[in-house]
Nanobody, 132 residues
Framework: QVQLVESGGGSVQAGGSLRLSCELSGYTYKLYCMGWFRQSPGKAPEGLAGIVIGSISIYYHTDSVKGRFTISQDNAKNTLYLQMNNLKPEDTAMYYC????????????????????????RGQGTLVTVSS
């Protein structure tokens, strides 16, 4: 069973940076899309980005983070990263790592990794707080 464990959240002032990490374990299927979504209180989950494990295929699922957030992976460590720069107060949210098997159905890594959207696993979440 796929397990995802996030780390790296915290509090930062506007304009600052944080890097989130997500360690993937327990998977046997070879083709996964892994990525991030976030959720603020009272708001719907927002897909941020996804990457096909072991490839260079990257998809950003929202314009609100383009140019500021970068998704990457370290295959040797089975770890996914989200580098977040120039953080804004509106980035305050719980950030979740998520995974979806791809290559056998209609959903691809272009589809946001959000609950109810074909996820196979999600992490417990890590809180990011950005103060002005």
């Amino acid at each position: 069973q796929v397990q995802l464990v996030e780390s790296g959240g915290g509090s930062v002032q506007a304009g600052g940076s944080l890097r989130l990490s997500c360690e993937l374990s327990g998977y046997t299927y070879k083709l996964y899309c892994m990525g991030w979504f976030r959720q603020s209180p009272g708001k719907a989950p927002e897909g941020l980005a996804g990457i096909v494990i072991g490839s260079i295929s990257i998809y950003y699922h929202t314009d609100s983070v383009k140019g500021r957030f970068t998704i990457s992976q370290d295959n040797a460590k089975n770890t996914l990263y989200l580098q977040m720069n120039n953080l804004k107060p509106e980035d305050t949210a719980m950030y979740y790592c998520a995974a979806r098997r791809i290559g056998y159905g209609t959903m691809t890594c272009r589809d946001p990794l959000t609950p109810g959207n074909g996820l196979d696993a999600r992490g417990q979440g890590t809180l990011v707080t950005v103060s002005s």
